[in-house]
């Protein structure tokens, strides 16, 4: 580990990165007293997003935050012997090696040595995780082409504020990108573990060794996404942003969807069927195998904490075939149900 490091959190999306940022934030006074800074400047809610906003032309940029400048020059004020940076936006850098040099060579400038940090998980997992966020900011349209387009393209593209927003699933690729800008030494994959809070201690674990049990003390967790409700929340937005679309296909209002049944027996948000997460995974095999070989992360074993799909799943996996089969069924013919015993189909 370099003397004076400066890590650059960048993600990816969906692996803990809100609860780390929060977490820094949250304990940002305590840890600088540890000689580790995490700046306030160019933070965009919790995250120094502000940092990739002003590089891509983002209409989200807003100059009051701060810039890359005024980063560097709290940096070179506050002087310690650690510095923290956080945004999943980084993400979106690594195929624009013009920018990865200039932020590298801007914290160079200031006697830092920059430390990437990337935290990764299966991409089935990804997958749901990534649609039910992509829902609800209303850029994903239905997930069997969501699914389609990230198994044949390796990616999710989204046109956000002015900007294409690219979601990388070859994750080999995002940290070779990395890697030949700031130097694969100083370049760390690390996998992503489900259990609450686990997130954060690795992370505290690498920035500010001894600082884990400060987040402890604090009671800060990594909320566990996926979960029913986000799931009641996901199909609830679909129903607003699309169906409403569709009135001649809904019968009586919305309240019809099990969105209490899940709330009730916890059914967690899982659509992926079993043959299309073993599709996703030869999809991606020769990357993760790369990812393994290189970066010494294997996404092919289980995880901790992970859990085989439940009866919940099958029931999201119904919900949204359905859901897409409604988007594509013919207008004046029969309506298709969206809840089992309402009629049809009620195999997944």
């Known amino acids: 580990m370099p003397s004076r490091p400066c890590f650059i959190h960048i993600g990816t999306h969906k692996t803990g990165t809100t609860a ?19 700046p306030s400047a160019a933070v965009y809610h919790a995250g120094h997003h502000n940092i990739v906003f002003e590089m891509l032309g983002d ?9 890359l400048d005024d980063l560097c020059e709290e940096i070179r004020n506050a002087a310690a012997e650690r510095i923290c940076l956080s945004s999943e936006a980084f993400e979106y850098l690594h195929a624009s090696p013009q920018h990865l040099a200039h932020l590298r060579d801007a914290i160079r400038a200031l006697g830092y040595t920059p430390v990437v940090l990337l935290y990764v998980r299966p991409q089935a997992d990804y997958v749901e995780s990534l649609f039910a966020e992509m829902t609800k900011h209303r850029h994903a349209g239905t997930f069997s082409a969501f699914l389609e387009g990230i198994t044949v393209a390796g990616a999710f593209r989204a046109n956000v504020y002015g900007c294409t927003e690219t979601f990388t699933f070859t994750y080999d690729r995002i940290a070779s990108d990395f890697a030949a800008t700031f130097g694969a030494e100083n370049v760390a994959v690390r996998r992503y573990d489900r259990r609450r809070g686990a997130v954060i201690e690795d992370f505290l674990d690498l920035v500010a060794p001894g600082a884990a049990a400060l987040a402890e003390a604090a009671q800060l967790r990594d909320v566990a996404l996926n979960s029913r409700d986000d799931f009641a929340c996901v199909a609830k937005r679909m129903i607003d942003n699309d169906l409403s679309r569709h009135p001649e296909y809904i019968e009586g209002p919305t309240s ?16 992926l ?5 073993r599709r996703l995974e030869r999809r991606f095999a020769e990357s ?15 995880a901790s904490g992970s859990s085989p799909a439940s009866t919940g799943a099958l029931t999201a996996q119904r919900l949204f075939r359905r859901f897409d089969d409604l988007l594509r069924t013919p207008r004046g013919t029969e309506r298709i149900p969206l809840r089992e015993g309402a009629g049809g189909d009620s195999t997944a």
């Open 20 to 38: 780390i940022q929060v977490t820094m934030r949250t304990l940002a006074e305590t840890l600088r007293r540890e000689g580790v800074l995490y």
């Open 288 to 302: 993760n195998a790369a990812l393994a070989r290189t970066w010494g992360v294997d996404l092919r074993t289980a």
């Open 256 to 271: 019809t969807l099990p969105f209490d049944e899940l709330r009730v027996t916890g059914y967690t948000f899982a659509p």
């Open 59 to 67: 209409e989200r940029f807003d100059l009051a935050l701060g810039t």
């Open 273 to 277: 069927t079993t043959a299309e997460r």
